[in-house]
């Protein structure tokens, strides 16, 4: 027996009950694993079977999508050979499809190629194996954007000591047109001779400037001229798709029209024809006070509206349906007016 400091007394585990303890604590343990490996594996075949079926939906909507483009194409090569389009239509659409994708490319890399001509070959397979030993895709973008800012900085200032250049030769060469006076200026000859040398290295300069920008100017012609092509098939193509809808519209315009005038035809001779409505004149109305103006304006208007008179003749209509005292105040104001003679104006 063991006593504790609160005064209680205890006995310590036995050596057989130490290892039923151990046993139990390791079972306990085993179990804890087991039901979390159990857990584990039940959310991974959950999730396999999650993915399982995501990827058949997706292979089902990618079938339908297929099946789907697939007819519209069957339906749209239906129309074009009943409308009496030649076999060759679709070919030439997807080539001039490839040839405008070729053509935006173009016009945009057009600056990064004219920058790629002023740099050596060799820099520009150094810039190749370069990119070649880069594995992260990104990291090889930056990289080639990075190299290409600078290959475009390099041929602004190619651009800039060449323009430099071509001003400074303009001068020597202005130069030269007075070298012949000079030359016969001078009465030594080995002073003539230094002079003509002078001058034959400077036309040997320019003629080397020139050749090397005649091989850039060659190649930056060559594309403008592929551009030039391009846009001329371009604007060949568009114009006959253009003559080809007008066609098309003014055949649909014309049997439209004929449509209209046979449902126009038809209905006029299926509509029964109506009796016109015969009404007596309105009374007159001469102001006086047994007679009733709103009656009487009551019997013009229903006289106007079903007799279908038009609005230019309805004043003339009005007048005519007044007598005595009512027409001649009517007169008056029209005459006050200076629309005596023109009622319609009035």
Partial sequence: MVE????????????EQQEKMTALVRENKERKELLKQAKLKAIGEEQAT????????????????????????????????????SSGTANED???????????????????????????Q???DALASELAAIEDPLERQEVEEEKKLEWKLRMKR???RRREEVNWLTAEVAKLRDCRQEVQAQTDMSAKTDKM?????VLSAACMERQANWGHDVALKAMRSGFQDFARDMVTHVGGEVRRLRDNVGKFCEGAIEGAKAVAA?????????????????????GKKEE????????????VYLQHILTEEQVLVAFQALKDEAASFARSLARAADCENNLVAY
């Fill in 292 to 303: 009733n103006f709103d009656n009487w304006e009551a019997s013009v208007n229903s006289s």
């Fill in 197 to 201: 040398l002078g001058y034959l290295e």
């Fill in 94 to 120: 997807a080539a001039m499809e490839k040839k405008i994708s070729d053509w935006i490319a173009n016009l945009s890399l057009g600056e990064d190629e004219e920058a790629e001509f002023y740099m050596p």
């Fill in 122 to 124: 060799d820099e520009r």
């Fill in 158 to 160: 190619e651009k800039k």
């Fill in 50 to 85: 999650k993915m399982k079926e995501l990827e058949e939906e997706m292979e089902k909507k990618k079938k339908v999508a297929e099946e789907e483009a697939a007819a519209e194409a069957e339906e749209e090569r239906n129309c074009r050979e009943i409308k009496g389009e």
């Fill in 4 to 15: 504790t400091r609160t005064g209680k007394s205890t006995s310590p585990y036995t050596q």
């Fill in 266 to 286: 038809f209905e006029s001779e299926a509509r029964p024809l109506k009796d016109l409505v015969k009404l007596k004149f309105p009374h007159a109305y001469g």
